[in-house]
């Protein structure tokens, strides 16, 4: 084996393991390498440098599945669960209210008052959570509307 054969080869290296070489070069590193342990060495530790980059790479899923998780049960269910209560609060302070205003007329209290704001508030964020999925509805058919 020669040193030019060698230096050859630690140059190829990089593009073996990509499988970017023609048969004949990739044969010439496959039978340099089983007779000079430094270039198996070097070759070694790049492929473990390029399975680590890969391994990062999966270690980031992509948009759709970030999409899967969050459709996951163990974030859907307390969330309709919460928009379940804010829909139920909501419509039980209105028939508390309606109720009680019309059998007898008063001045809301304090406490109604903070109430209204309250409510009105979930009212309010509420319907611009409903405009923002009407918006997104046809960019993102995969995306069901929540009820
Ligand atoms: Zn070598």
Redesign the pocket.
């Known amino acids: ?1 020669t040193d030019q ?2 230096e050859e ?2 140059q190829m290296l990089s593009a073996y393991l990509d499988g970017e070489l023609t048969q004949a070069d990739s044969q010439k590193v496959r039978v ?2 089983s ?6 060495r ?1 070759h070694e530790e790049l492929a473990r440098l390029q399975e680590m980059t890969r391994s990062l790479e999966f270690a980031q899923p992509p948009e759709a599945r970030m999409k899967e998780l969050e459709k996951s049960l163990s974030v859907q269910a307390p969330r309709r669960l919460g928009w379940f209560f804010i829909l139920a609060g909501i419509a039980a302070w209105l028939i508390y209210g309606a109720g009680t205003w019309v059998r007898h007329w008063r001045p809301p209290t304090v406490e109604e008052l903070i109430a209204s704001a309250v409510v009105i508030g979930f009212v309010m964020l509420f319907a611009s959570v409903v405009i923002e999925r009407l918006r997104q509805l046809p960019h993102d058919k995969y995306r069901r509307i929540e009820k």
């Not at 007779?35 to 198996?40: H, I, L």
């Open positions: 084996m054969l060698h080869v630690r340099h390498l007779r000079c342990e430094e270039c198996r070097t």
